[in-house]
């Protein structure tokens, strides 16, 4: 069975920064592309940013693109995503995401999902 644990979120301050990290493990020699998700209180889940196999391809949504880094261990199943000047607007849980097929943006992509980890940007 496959588990995605996420940690790191937290209470910041605006301005503030935050690195989350996530971990696939359950079947051992596969890799996942992975990606991170957040949903806004009374909002739709949206993409955050996603990272392939390898690491070497990585896709950060526009919004967040500059304050946002997504990295990967080489040949782990781990992920960390670095958020750096952080708005109150950024507040939403947020959820790792891990899928065998090539990373994108779409929900429906991704097989297995985290929890999810709060984070809260206070002004």
């Known amino acids: 069975q496959v588990q995605v644990v996420e940690s790191g979120g937290g209470v910041v301050q605006a301005g503030g920064s935050l690195r989350l990290s996530c971990s696939v493990s359950?079947?051992?020699?596969?890799?996942?592309?992975m990606a991170w998700f957040r949903r806004a209180p009374e909002k739709e889940r949206e993409f955050v940013a996603g990272?392939?196999?390898?690491?070497?391809?990585?896709y950060v949504a526009d919004s967040m693109e500059g304050r946002f880094t997504i990295s990967r261990e080489h040949g782990r199943n781990t992920a960390s995503l670095q958020m750096n000047s952080l708005k109150p607007e950024d507040t939403a849980v947020y959820y790792c995401?891990?899928?065998?097929?090539?990373?994108?943006?779409?929900?429906?992509?991704?097989?297995?999902w985290g929890q999810g980890t709060q984070v809260t940007v206070s002004s």
């Open positions: 995401a891990a899928t065998t097929r090539a990373m994108g943006t779409g929900e429906r992509l991704y097989d297995y």
């Open positions: 359950g079947r051992a020699g596969r890799s996942y592309a």
């Open positions: 990272i392939n196999f390898t690491g070497e391809s990585t």
